[in-house]
């Protein structure tokens, strides 16, 4: 496996205590990255009728054919009725984004002074939902990412302008907020995981600027990966999702939603997918009170149960997250998981699949006392885990958001994970992962790139990422801080300027 092959595989487990990867293909939004391999698209009101043997196969017996099972009482005639109740809360949302930075003069010697120079204005489009009286309305991170202006209209015509709150681009999640001019009608949110593959659901939505649009299909499969990162955990619904559903409501038929509408397959028909609400009940409070929002850390690097596996772990079936590595002392290491157990449970939650542990985790506090189900040499125990900050976002707060960092560097770090550590042979404890680069920031400006290891800052050794930290923010203000860097195999030296100060000249 290539060195950068080894360090997404390595990235990806890790943010299990670590959607910070390419984001999924999707024609809502128009991000780019993997699509799932689809089969064949079943329309929403295809029936598959079985035939019924009258006799043994074999037997010569005639073969007869049993009519439609009749669509049981529960399913109403007409959805009229759950439309009109909610449609008031759904919203269009039309955004103005400015695209990125141009320069005409790049690679002469005017290159510095129309550098930042801004692109060109372009509209965007989307849906979301109210989900309080005062304001708040849920949409994709996607819609409003670099947005300049948000606006907002009500199916009746109503128009607001909206202040982004919070977002997360890992789950592509994002708050906004109006100031009614009076009470708003707001939804109520359901319970995803109660849902069943084959009930009924409920689009509305604004695909191509259609406001008011209204589709139904059922709940074609859950727990579905596209490709979208650590938390790729995703609702799949046959109810026709377009671009500009974005952001939209899944209902049920108690008029929940269990779903916000966020992908589809371009290239297919009755593919949708949408994110569970359970997942955006656990990390709306954290967007609406602080704007970001911060993940809990187990520190495990895990993988998928297989058969085999199940055979020689001594599993009664092939379910549960096997514990390839752990963190030097990171959260389950202290608590006294082992490489080799089985995680089936977390909080009172089944683990049945190595996938879901990263978005079950996300869903829980840094500090929480969390109870973890293992099965060690074939037997059930129960540890006590003290989940800690994940790592790369504690850098990022720190080298990122925070203004009073002397080095406000623009990039996110790790501890360097225990396989990749001996695949670069450094010691344990050695150098600081770069896991994200932010945009137009010093990081970037200095050729960093997501995979680097940080070896010293200001020719000091490092033991890790808030060590790099330390010493970034020891730095004198205005001075550039050189970095050492292991890189495919071999060392560079990078050199980190600080961000002017705004409104400085550049």
């Not at 009073?404 to 001996?422: I, N």
Request: aromatic share 4%; net charge neutral.
């Amino acid at each position: 496996m290539s060195r950068k092959g080894a360090f997404a595989s390595i990235l990806a487990a890790l943010v299990v205590g670590a959607f910070g990867g390419a984001a999924a293909t999707s024609a809502i939004g128009g991000r780019g990255g993997q699509q799932p391999g689809a089969g064949e698209p079943v329309a929403a009101d295809q029936v598959q009728v079985a035939e019924a043997q009258s006799g043994a196969p074999g037997s010569g017996e005639p073969r007869g054919t049993i009519a439609p099972t009749p669509p049981p009482p529960s399913a109403p005639s007409s959805f009229a009725d759950l439309v009109e109740r909610l449609e008031p809360a759904v919203v269009n949302i039309q955004v103005t984004k400015v695209a990125g930075a141009q320069n005409p003069f790049a690679g002469t010697p005017f290159e510095d002074f129309f550098r930042g120079r801004p692109g060109p204005r372009v509209q965007g489009a989307g849906s979301g939902f109210v989900i309080s009286p005062e304001g708040y309305i849920v949409t994709n991170n996607h819609v409003v990412e670099d947005a300049r202006d948000v606006k907002v209209t009500f199916a009746t015509g109503d128009e607001y302008q909206a202040k982004v709150i919070g977002r997360d681009p890992k789950t592509d999640l994002a708050l906004i907020k109006i100031e009614p001019r009076a009470p708003l009608p707001s939804v109520t949110l359901g319970d995803s995981d109660s849902l069943r593959v084959g009930d009924w659901v409920l689009a509305i939505g604004n695909p191509f600027g259609l406001e008011g649009t209204v589709t139904i299909g059922i709940v074609s499969a859950k727990s579905r990966q596209i490709g979208a990162g650590p938390y790729d955990d995703f609702l799949q619904t046959d109810a026709a999702i377009n671009p500009g559903n974005s952001g939209g409501p899944l209902f049920n038929l108690k008029g929940e939603v269990v779903g916000i509408n966020t992908a589809i397959v371009a290239r297919g028909q009755g593919v949708g997918f949408a994110i569970p609400i359970n997942l955006a009940k656990a990390l709306i409070p954290q967007l609406r009170e602080e704007g970001r929002v911060t993940r809990a850390w187990l520190g495990v690097v895990v993988q998928p149960v297989t058969p085999a596996l199940a055979r020689s772990l001594k599993l009664p079936e092939a379910k549960g997250a096997l514990v390839a590595d752990l963190v030097n002392d990171g959260p389950a290491a202290r608590a006294g998981m082992r490489q080799g157990d089985v995680i089936v449970g977390f909080q009172g939650k089944p683990v049945e699949d190595s996938s879901q542990l990263p978005s079950i985790v996300a869903g829980v506090k840094p500090g929480t006392r969390a109870e973890v189900r293992v099965i060690r040499n074939g037997r059930p125990e129960t540890l006590t885990v003290t989940l800690g900050r994940m790592p790369d976002e504690e850098a990022q707060a720190s080298l990122g958001d925070d203004d009073t960092s002397p080095a406000r560097a623009g990039l996110a770090l790790a501890d360097v994970p225990r396989p990749l550590a001996r695949q670069l042979n450094l010691p344990p404890g050695r150098g600081a992962l770069v896991t994200a680069i932010q945009a137009g920031s010093p990081a970037e400006r200095a050729g960093l790139q997501p995979g680097d290891v940080i070896l010293e800052v200001n020719r000091k050794p490092v033991s890790g990422a808030q060590a790099a930290i330390d010493e970034m923010k020891r730095a004198a203000d205005g001075d550039p801080i050189l970095l050492r860097v292991a890189r495919e195999g071999g060392q560079i030296y990078a050199a980190l300027e600080p961000r002017p100060e705004s409104g400085q000249a550049r």
